[in-house]
């Protein structure tokens, strides 16, 4: 009993010494990671409340699991920019500076994560599909499907690769179905019910619910292809065709077409689409795998 209070006792001081530490000023690029890096759940916390403070203050806040886990994928998003922001702001008090940062986020004239639609199952949904995508491939490959009904054989065409690196999209597909998408709606709170009401909501009114699902979709794409600025800009025409034809570019090919709905249509006739079994894409959302 007495060891079970001891390590308490010393976990609270230890948080205590972090939050004094990052009150003071870090003076360099190198003290400042090192500050940050020993105090990321506090910084992690912080985030989340000032994200759950704003819902609460613009009457978008529901004490649900969903939006609980809403709050937290977007303050580990905050974050990890605040990590890599801090750096060239030394020097500097990195607590306050976190405050600064996020409140920056939430004067923006429309911050992505407050978007309204984003918090009903549509907007979740899509979200949650395309966050994921960032950082899994599997799932970057299934936006293919989700968004335009793609088999593998129809991503190896519209991306253009080549024999050995088709081999892993028929992986990625697999892997997708056996877990990730569950794994996924699971992470971002999505029920039974609300996936059979996006199901079902479909079925009733397909136009309207694909239109809307485009418009949120494309919105969500343009947000988190800035995550790896290499591959954001969109190419011109000639631009695709050289890339194709000259076969170079290939990760670049797999990120942004899964991720921009006018390149994808765009280069549709640029490649090796005869071998295609689906016409040209449109966005059309299947909600399951």
Known sequence: ????????????ADRTAAHGRLEDVASTPEEFDRVVSQALPILLERA??????????????????????????????????????????????????LDSFVAKQHSQPEPFCYHPELLAPLGRFLDGLVARAVISRDALIALYHHCYGMSPRDVIAVTGLNESESQRIYKNFRRWRESGWQRTMDEIGMTDAELEQLIVRQERHPQRFNHEAERIIRFAHDHYRKSEPDHYPCLSRSE?????????????????????VDCVQMTWDLGRHKASTVEKPRLELRVRP
């Open 1 to 12: 009993m007495m060891r079970c209070i001891d390590s308490r006792e010393k976990a609270m």
């Open 48 to 97: 989340g409340n000032c994200t759950r403070r704003f819902l609460r203050e613009t009457g978008q806040w529901s004490d649900d699991t969903a939006h609980e886990k809403f709050v937290l994928r977007w303050s580990a998003e905050y974050l990890e920019r605040f990590m890599l922001y801090g750096r060239s702001e030394v020097p500097c008090r990195p607590l306050f500076l």
């Open 240 to 260: 695709w065709a050289s890339m194709f034809l000259e076969g170079y570019g290939c990760n670049y090919r797999l990120w942004h077409l899964a991720l921009c």
